[in-house]
């Protein structure tokens, strides 16, 4: 059973802080995917790493960044937190075929 | 440019009512097309895809290429099917994901 799991599922941080949010796949997939969860927009991806040290922006990448060291994880930075980057954060793995496997979200307020 | 739009954020059915949940797109090539769910307090799980024709929880879903659509289908709604429905599409090197904004179903007892 595939298992994505995140670092935390509630963060609280002030504005300009750095934020660090952390994503593990158990599985050996290669493609990772970053998204924000937002009422009335939907899911809209942030990054994607499709190998370690690989990456691509998605359609709103503006004020983070990533990082993929190992091929199992995955990590969002914030480098400086505003309010508008509050949010529910979903990280996903995919297999070779099309289907995503979600974590569990982490659900960040910035003040 | 949005390339899956659903166009209702709401959906009230009665239990034992047919329900459809709508979802269109705009792509050049051959997308593939996914519906996932998320019940309340759980992870965004995929729900089926239109490449397995399959038929999961008697929900399916056709793609229709000349009118560019993906509409989700259950003949008779249950009230376990309450959850968040998200249309989603991706393109041909199965990078990039693009979803819709969600449609809230909720099923009346």
């Known amino acids: 059973d595939v298992k994505v799991t995140q670092s935390s599922r509630y963060l609280v941080k002030r504005t300009g802080e750095k934020v660090f949010l952390e994503c593990v796949q158990d599985?050996?997939?290669?493609?990772m995917f970053w998204y924000r969860q937002d009422p009335g927009l939907g899911l809209r991806l942030i990054y994607f790493s499709y190998d370690v040290k690989m990456k691509e922006k998605g359609d709103i990448p503006e004020g983070y960044s990533v990082s993929r060291e190992k091929k199992e994880r995955f990590s969002l930075i914030l480098e400086s937190a505003s309010t508008n980057q509050t949010s529910m954060y979903l990280c996903?793995?995919?297999?070779?075929?099309?289907?995503?496997?979600f974590g569990p979200g982490t659900r960040l307020t910035v003040t | 440019a949005q390339r899956v739009t659903q166009p209702e954020k709401l959906l009230s059915v009665f239990k034992g009512a047919p329900v459809e949940l709508k979802c269109n797109y705009s792509y050049s090539g051959s997308p593939e097309l996914f519906w996932y769910v998320q019940y309340s307090r759980q992870r965004l799980q995929l729900l089926l895809r239109?490449?397995s024709r399959e038929s999961i929880k008697g929900f399916t879903a056709d793609l229709n290429k000349g009118e560019t659509s993906f509409h989700l289908k259950k003949p008779f709604a249950q009230e376990e099917d309450s959850a968040m429905y998200y249309c989603?599409?991706?393109?041909?090197?199965?990078?990039?994901?693009?979803f819709g904004t969600g449609t809230s179903l909720t099923v009346i007892p």
């Open positions: 239109h490449i």
């Open positions: 989603a599409l991706s393109g041909m090197s199965g990078n990039q994901f693009y």
């Open positions: 599985m050996d997939h290669e493609n």
């Open positions: 996903a793995s995919k297999d070779s075929a099309y289907e995503q496997y």
